[in-house]
């Protein structure tokens, strides 16, 4: 990767997950319109940055049910609120997860708006999730970007994503090394269902010696997190940033709090 922002040798990486409210095109009674979706936006960015986080991805987890693929509302949508993240906090490093399944899409809207990873959630396999039977997509990811012109963009691959089950589960290690090693995968995220869970993983991982960056894909909190840093090489954070928690629909679409921000990235930097 030709990428010095992400994975430095000297700074964990903290990401933190801006999960966006829903957006006008879901017509739902909290949608929000375009302009309060990127004052949202900013409003959220600037607790982090000023607080020291890193790095700062956007996610449309407000519109929901996922659809099977990704439609064309949602690269709008989140092309607008990167564009309007990336002209004002040009300091931040950028990425961009979106909810429903697909390679091209997300690296074509982080290309647009200058961003510098995407997350892709099923990269390798297949998994069973709520919308359906979805299968990996690294082929088309790797060959898209090198057709782009945009190989300085990272992929995040999550491995077993704890939203969706495996069809046809190896052993993790195995699926680690597919992701990584064989679909050149930059950079692996894992979750487990507990925070022990993923710290198992994490280690058995890292054990392996794959050669990419490993990350926490969720549960990170002030409490657990210098733990979590032993064994990895950040992590992806967005709950503990919320006074509210838990998967709601009020807590969604609440906002993060700089306190909160400000005293994790203390125990982040000891």
Known sequence: M??????????PEVI???????SAAFNQPASMSMNEVVNFAMRNVEKAVRAGVPAVYIQDLGDLPSAPHIQPHTVAFLSVVGAAIRKEFPQVTLGVCMMSHGAREPLAAAQAI??????????TGAMVKAEG???????????????????DIAIL??????????????????AARFASVHSKADGLILTGFSFDESLKMLKEVQGADLGVPVLLGGGANLENIKEALQVCNGAIVSSSFKPL??????????????????QFMQAVNG
Not at 140 to 151: D, V
Not at 157 to 174: C, N, Q, S
């Open 2 to 11: 030709n990428n010095p922002i992400l994975f430095t040798e000297k700074t």
């Open 157 to 174: 691959a999550d491995v077993y994503d704890r939203t969706g089950k495996p069809l046809g589960e190896l052993p993790l290690v195995e």
């Open 133 to 151: 039977i979805l299968e990996g997509c690294a082929y088309e990811a790797i060959t898209y970007r090198t057709q782009i012109g945009a190989e």
């Open 114 to 123: 200058g961003a510098q990873f995407v997350r892709i959630k099923v990269f």
């Open 16 to 22: 933190a997950a801006l999960h966006l409210p829903p």
């Open 245 to 262: 928690s838990g998967w709601t629909k009020e807590s969604m679409l609440t906002e993060w709090d700089y306190d909160r921000i400000a």
